[in-house]
Antibody
């Protein structure tokens, strides 16, 4: 059974770069059945899609975050990663990684538990 | 960019039927997914492609999609169904979420 786990610093200073990694277990990140996505949720607010990547490296990002976001994949480690530069307090959120099933229009069928990232001044 | 509109809150009496809507321009031509999120937990997929339930999701959860509105229906609502619910579509390679609806079971 597929499982995902986010990891990375819980505290990032304003103007610096946020870096998170999602480790996939119970399956291969090189599966043709999945894209791999990042989603965030600011405190008390709704879900916001950040970006997604295929094992080949093909990736897409939210237009509103595209200039600051890089999503990458490391098939040798069964991991994918998120980098967001020039962070501000508005980037404080719970960050989730999720698998997106290609056959069913990228429905996010497995989620990690989430990791809280706080941007401090 | 495509937008999805959900009511902020919906209330339902215990044992009755709750309906949560998700509005979007011609959303009936798209495939809609629904997620349930309980406090402090990650979202869970409860409906995919308008009306399909993943394994382990009770039959009480159903979905429909037509015209400009998709609907998540929860029959025989239980206290454990209290949660935030989000709709989501795929739009030109972007993934779009609705703003979320808080379901209260009275």
């Amino acid at each position: 059974q597929l499982q995902l786990q986010e990891s990375g610093p819980g505290l990032v200073k304003s103007s610096e770069t946020l870096s998170l990694t999602c480790t996939v277990s119970g399956g291969s990140i090189s599966s043709s059945s999945y894209y791999w996505g990042w989603i965030r949720q600011p405190p008390g607010k709704g879900l916001e899609w950040i970006g997604s990547i295929y094992y080949s490296g093909r990736n897409y990002s939210s237009p509103s975050l595209k200039s600051r976001v890089t999503v990458s994949v490391d098939t040798s480690k069964n991991q994918f990663s998120l980098r967001m530069n020039s962070v501000t307090a508005t980037d404080t959120a719970v960050y989730y990684c999720a698998s997106e099933h290609v056959v069913v229009d990228y429905a996010m069928d497995v989620w990690g538990p989430g990791t809280t990232v706080t941007v401090s001044s | 960019s495509y937008e999805l509109t959900q009511p902020l809150s919906v209330s339902v009496a215990l044992g009755q039927t709750a309906r949560i809507t998700c509005g979007g321009n011609n959303i009936g031509s798209r495939n809609v997914h629904w997620y349930q999120q309980k406090p402090g937990q990650a979202p869970v997929l409860v409906i995919y492609r308008d009306s399909n339930r993943p394994s382990g999701i009770p039959e009480r959860f159903s979905g429909s999609n037509s015209g400009n509105t998709a609907t998540l229906t929860i029959s025989r609502a239980q206290g454990g169904d209290e949660a935030d619910y989000y709709c989501q579509v795929w739009d030109s390679a972007a993934r779009v979420f609705g703003g979320g609806t808080k379901l209260t079971v009275l």
